[in-house]
């Protein structure tokens, strides 16, 4: 039983190309996340949503839209990639049930590569 | 603002060696401290976890205590193994209007060798 997933697990594209990745959860958790982590491991906050709605959205280029299409989805899409762009991007989920609140179950990871 | 500092890495050792990772942090009011693990190629898990000062978080032979008084959090293990290799990831949580941040470390990366 897969209970994070994300599609693709690779993605090897062009710069300036719109692309999207796929995260699912069946948990049946309240909130997710997005993440990106770099070369040198370094993991870094994208987006939170909790029931369908944005509750964390760091500095990011708004090149990066999420969407949630209900609580146990969330998508992140990218227009005009670039360089810079290639890392591996990892989605999140956690519950809001009390003691259990604040652990972060993770995907597997998508491993983009922008060319 | 709230903060993780670990040691650098790569941390190579030997089979059955004993392991210390540091990880001190910076945070106002009582955060929840956490060790997550990352295998190669696959997403962070969550090792163990304290959620008060004293408190002792313990899992596959790994610990790490909460000293408030010295604002550390550092993992050990008395006798490390090949499949430890990994990154090691320390982290606290802070509120977040109704939910929770995970505030990270930038990660140590452990190398175990027969």
């Known amino acids: 039983d897969t209970a994070v997933s994300q599609t693709p697990k690779y993605l ?13 959860q069946n948990l049946g958790h309240d909130t997710m996340y997005w993440y990106k982590q770099d070369s040198k491991k370094f993991l870094k906050i994208m987006f939170s949503y909790n029931n369908k709605e944005l509750i964390i959205n760091e500095t990011v280029p708004n090149r990066f839209s999420p969407k949630s299409p209900d609580k146990a989805h969330l998508n992140l899409h990218i227009n005009s ?3 810079g762009d290639s890392a591996v991007y990892f989605c999140a989920s956690s519950p ?3 003691g259990l609140i604040e652990t972060q179950y993770f995907g597997p990871g998508t491993r983009l590569l922008v060319l | 603002g ?14 059955e060696a004993f392991l210390t990772i540091n990880c001190t ?14 295998y190669p190629g696959e997403g962070l898990q969550l090792l163990l976890k304290a959620t008060k000062a004293d408190d ?10 909460y000293r408030k008084e010295t604002t ?37 990366k452990l190398i175990i060798k027969p």
Do not use: R
């Open chain 2, 72 to 108: 550390s959090f550092h993992l050990e293990k008395g006798s490390v193994q090949v499949s430890d290799s990994a990154v090691y990831f320390c982290a606290l949580s802070v509120p977040m209007d109704s939910n929770y941040q995970l505030i990270w470390g930038a990660g140590t």
């Open chain 1, 81 to 83: 990639l670039e360089l």
């Open chain 1, 12 to 24: 090897v594209t062009q710069m300036g190309n719109d692309k999207s990745i796929k995260c699912e």
């Open chain 2, 56 to 65: 002792k978080g313990s899992n596959k032979g790994f610990e790490a205590t």
């Open chain 2, 25 to 38: 942090y910076t945070a106002t009011g009582y955060p929840s401290l956490f060790w997550y693990v990352q």
């Open chain 2, 2 to 15: 709230d903060s993780v500092t670990q040691m650098e890495g790569p941390v190579t050792l030997s089979e």
């Open chain 1, 96 to 98: 809001l049930a009390v």
